[in-house]
């Protein structure tokens, strides 16, 4: 085995990867759970607030609480444009972020484990999400969430291919 080195112009840019993108169903998941947060949100504040018996801080707490729904809704329906993952020979990366982009590589010969899993409202809209562990504690795992189960399967049988033929 060889260690040798690599000019900058022969390797790949991840900047140029084609990155495929999450399910469309993602993004009504993303709303529901935004939802779900903001209206616990809002009860919450409206019964501590009540309880102090001050009506208008009852009523600018609300208006704070939606209005932050609705630059949250903005703001995830810009995140789900970007959201997107690449598969190349070696290495799996994956694309997430719009105020504070973060772009993740996990070569195939670090990762030890490779999951598929859901939570209630992804499981509701049939999404699941692909989790792929590495040893460095979590640091550099990847989490595909928006993913249809076919998809996800595919993405984990190819990453177990990998594994299995590097073994």
């Given at each position: ?127 699941c999400a692909i ?29 177990t291919q ?6």
């Open positions: 085995m060889s260690n040798r080195q690599i000019g900058i112009g022969i390797t790949d840019p991840i900047e140029g990867l084609r990155y495929e993108p999450v399910s469309p169903k993602y993004r009504s998941v993303q709303i529901v759970g935004a939802a779900i947060v903001y209206a616990l949100l809002a009860v919450i504040a409206l019964l501590l607030l009540m309880l102090a018996g001050n009506l208008w801080w009852c009523v600018a707490a609300e208006s704070v609480i939606a209005a932050s729904f609705i630059i949250n809704l903005a703001v995830l329906r810009k995140a789900y444009l970007f959201k997107g993952y690449a598969l190349r020979e070696h290495d799996i990366t994956y694309r997430s972020g719009v105020i504070f982009p973060k772009i993740t590589t996990v070569p195939f010969s670090r990762i030890q484990q490779v999951g598929i899993s859901q939570n209630p409202v992804s499981k509701f809209f049939g999404l989790d792929v562990v590495n040893g460095a504690q979590g640091l550099s795992s990847i989490a595909v969430r928006g993913l249809t189960k076919e998809k996800a399967d595919v993405i984990r049988n190819v990453i990998r594994l299995n033929s590097q073994s």
